[in-house]
């Protein structure tokens, strides 16, 4: 299942720019990776040291420290991942925006990040894998996005036998689905140490910061727009 556009409400109020601009920041960084590293290489491992979140060097101060908490937010691994949440940002992220304006959507986006790299690292203090991707933030604004628009409707990619599928699927099955498939894994790497190259306690960390800041600290959006669209 992949959620391509949302279709119901179909009213903006305002342009996507701050949308717009956080994924052409993520691909100009990737771009600049491909550019100066060619391939795995020490170099680009270095890279990621820097500017990626390293669990165990957080201890012994070494690595890029407290920075990379934001840096970490647009390094991607490679183009699949890098696509995929650029994707999502754009399918929830531009009604957000439209919610809550550009300069606040900012601050949403990077707190969520900010706090899914706390959560993920606070859990995996003893790792020794960086940290890096959007995805953490992108659940955060999947979680204002279920509170505003819980029956929006979401233009999804579905290979159902081989035959792709195009329907539209409430926000709240989508969202749901997707944080249902961070649970079991996190709980594996909670209880039995195991290990997964996607950061699932970072995408429980921005979902649950998402809907702390919304529920609590932007009850008064939640509210307005309830009350003015009818789902």
């Known amino acids: 299942m992949m959620p391509l556009n949302d279709v119901e409400p179909n009213r ?22 491909r550019m100066i590293f060619s391939g795995v290489s020490e170099q680009y491992y270095a890279w990621l040291l820097t500017y990626g979140t390293v669990p165990a060097m957080i201890l012994s101060r070494e690595g890029g420290g407290a920075l990379t908490a934001v840096t970490h937010m647009f390094l991607h691994g ?9 994707l999502a940002l754009w399918v929830f992220g531009r009604r957000v925006e439209d919610v809550c304006g550009p300069l606040r959507f900012l601050m949403f986006y990077l707190v969520c990040g900010i706090f899914a790299n706390i959560v993920s690292t606070l859990v995996l203090i003893n790792s020794p894998i960086p940290g890096i991707g959007a995805s953490g ?12 628009f819980p029956k929006g409707r979401i233009r999804t990619f579905v290979l159902f036998f081989y035959v792709p599928l195009f329907p539209k699927i409430r926000a709240y099955w989508i969202i749901l689905y997707m944080l249902t498939l961070q649970i079991v894994p996190a709980a594996m790497t909670l209880l039995a140490g195991a290990e997964y190259r996607t950061g699932h ?31």
């Open 201 to 231: 306690w970072a995408h429980l960390g921005g979902f649950f910061g998402g809907l702390f800041i919304f529920l609590f600290l932007r009850a008064e959006a939640y509210h307005r727009v309830r009350n003015a669209i009818p789902l």
């Open 78 to 86: 490679d183009i699949w991942h890098l696509g995929g949440n650029m």
């Open 12 to 33: 903006y109020a305002s342009f996507p720019i701050m949308t717009l601009g956080l994924i052409m920041v993520n691909i100009m960084v990737f771009s600049y990776e």
């Open 137 to 148: 933030a992108i659940y955060g604004i999947m979680s204002a996005y279920l509170i505003l």
